[in-house]
Every structure is written in C-alpha cells, then in structure tokens.
C-alpha cells in the first residue's frame, strides 16, 4: 500500500526511466508522471527537469572507460 496525499492506494505503478534529461527519455518521465506513475529518473543533468514526485537519480557514466 502506498499513501499519496493522504489517500491509501493499492498497486501503484512505478517506472525507471534512463537517460531522463533529455529527448526522448525526458518526454517518458513527463507522460508517466502526469499518468501518475512512481517515477525514478536516470539522467546526468537534472536542471531542466522539474516534475515533483519524481525521484532523481544522477548518473554519469561518460568517463568510465
């Protein structure tokens, strides 16, 4: 069970989204969170991404190799 504004729901959708910042990946976070979805974002640069509810994970993996 999940409590979202104060109001019990059962089975609440979540989705993990990549490369959440920008094109396509960015288009994905705002559909799912206006469905309202849980929402986690991956993503290297969260500036311009600002949607409440949605949980911001930053990665940057450009270096690694």
């Known amino acids: 069970l999940y409590i979202l504004r104060g109001i019990w729901m059962k089975n609440k959708k979540k989705i993990l989204i990549t490369g959440a910042t920008s094109g396509v990946g ?3 976070v705002e559909i799912f969170a206006d469905k309202g979805y849980d929402v986690y ?7 311009k991404l600002n949607y409440d509810g949605v949980k911001k994970i930053k990665c940057d993996i450009t270096h690694i190799f």
């Open 26 to 28: 960015r288009r994905c």
């Open 41 to 47: 974002a991956i993503g290297r640069n969260f500036d």
